[in-house]
C-alpha cells in the first residue's frame, strides 16, 4: 500500500471518530436526545466500520478524480469537500430525515448539514495534503 493512500486513509480516519463522537455524543446530545433519534446505546463498532469503509474508497478516489500537484493542492481539496459533502449529504442526511421518524426535520437538517459542512472542512485538506506532490496528476485535471 502506498504512503500517501495510507496518510490519506487516516487523514480521514483521525479526525472523523473524534469529530463524530463529540459532535453527536457530548456538544448536541441534548439537542440530538430532543429530536429522540438516536438509539440509547449507539454502536460504535458500526461507525468505526462504515468510517473505515468511507476512508479506504475517499483514499482510493482523491488521486484518480482530482489534482495531486504540489501548487493544486488547496483548490483540489476544495473540489473535493464541495463535491463528497453534498454526495454525503445526499445519502446520510436527506434519506435520514424523509424515512426516520424525529421530532424536528428542520433541526435534524440543520445540525447534520453544520456537520457535513465542517466535517469536510477539516478532512479535504488533510486528504489533499496527503497527496500534495503525488508523481501524477488525476486524469483529466488541469496541468500548467
Keep these: 500500500m502506498k504512503k500517501s493512500f495510507s496518510f490519506a486513509m487516516l487523514a480521514y480516519l483521525l479526525p472523523t471518530f473524534p469529530l463524530g463522537y463529540v459532535w453527536h455524543l457530548v456538544t448536541f446530545k441534548d439537542a440530538y ?3 429522540d433519534l438516536l438509539r440509547a446505546e449507539v454502536i460504535i463498532p458500526f461507525g468505526l466500520v462504515s468510517m473505515l469503509l468511507q476512508a479506504a474508497i475517499f483514499a482510493w478516489a482523491y ?3 482530482f489534482s495531486t500537484r504540489r501548487d493544486e493542492w488547496l483548490a483540489s481539496a476544495a473540489r473535493f469537500a464541495g463535491i463528497f459533502a453534498v454526495f454525503a449529504w445526499s445519502f446520510a442526511v436527506l434519506p435520514v430525515a424523509a424515512k426516520y421518524q424525529m421530532n424536528s426535520v428542520t433541526e435534524f437538517l440543520k445540525l447534520e448539514t453544520a456537520f457535513t459542512v465542517l466535517h469536510f472542512a477539516i478532512v479535504s485538506p488533510l486528504i489533499a495534503l ?3 506532490g503525488g508523481a501524477r496528476p488525476a ?6
Design 63 to 65: 488521486p484518480r478524480l
Design 33 to 35: 436526545d430532543r429530536l
Design 130 to 132: 496527503a497527496y500534495r
Design 139 to 144: 486524469a483529466g485535471a488541469t496541468q500548467n
